[in-house]
Structure formats: C-alpha cells, structure tokens
C-alpha cells in the first residue's frame, strides 16, 4: 500500500549526522568513490555557506521526513564555479520506489534556477526505477563508469 509521501523541506542546521546516516545505509562506502563521504559533508551553517561563497561553491540539500523526524528521502544539489552541476538523491530502503520521482522533481525546478551547465548524477547502474526517471525527465547518459576495486591483503 502506497503511502503519502512527506512534503519536501530544507535540511534543518542540526539534521545533518542524520542526514550522513541516511547516506551511509542507503549508499554503499564503494559507490562514494573516489573518496569515502566525510562525515561532515551534511553540515550547513553560516560559516559553511560563507566558506563556499569565497570559494565558488553552493550546496543545496533537501529532505523528506516522517512525523517523528526521521529522514526517509534525501536531495543534493552542489555547483561549484566552472564545473558541472552534482546532484545525489537517496531514500530509505522503507520508502524505496516512492520518494524518488518527487525529490528528481525539485532537483530539476531548481536547477532553472541556477546557471546553465551540465548535470552530473553518480546512482548504481542496475537502479532501474532511477534510470527510468532521468529518461522521463529526458536526461541523456553521456558517459557509464564502471568503478572497480582490488584489496591487497598483507
């Protein structure tokens, strides 16, 4: 049974360890590549946004959440000055196949609003409902990589 999906928000000043956590269990520490994800990379605040202001950077992060607080859906949109534009969604294995297409939909109404670029969307290859809404939203694939990993145990 399909349940009413929670109204889209900003990311509140203190959400983001719980915003990290959503990251953490919905993507795998590989997919975050080259890098794993910092564990202050949700942070906002006033000296975070002045700090990107000097360097070029924005950063957008939108959430969804249940009555209790809890995020169940996650947004980002960063640019930084030259480059293209990044944008990660991610949603609670429990909300899974629900909450995508609405936070695919803010990402996209704002992008109008920020400067014309390219838009890079890093989501695992074998997500088909994830493929299926960028082709709706008539994204093109310009480039597939395939990140691949060996461990050399001592």
Known sequence: QERAAPPIRELKRREWQAAFALDQQVLHDDLNWPEKLKSDAYKTGFWVKAVDFLNGRHKEIWVMSEAKNQLTGLATLASEWGRSHR????????????????????????????????????????????????????????????????????
Request: hydrophobic share 35%; net charge positive.
């Open 87 to 154: 944008a990660t969604i991610r949603v609670h294995p429990s909300w899974r196949d629900q909450l995508e297409r609405p936070l695919l939909a803010k990402l996209i109404r704002r992008l109008h609003y920020l400067p014309r670029r390219s838009v890079q969307i890093e989501h695992p290859d074998d997500d088909e409902l994830m493929n299926a809404l960028l082709q709706e939203a008539n994204f093109q694939p310009r480039r597939t990589l395939t990140h691949m990993r060996l461990d050399l145990k001592e």
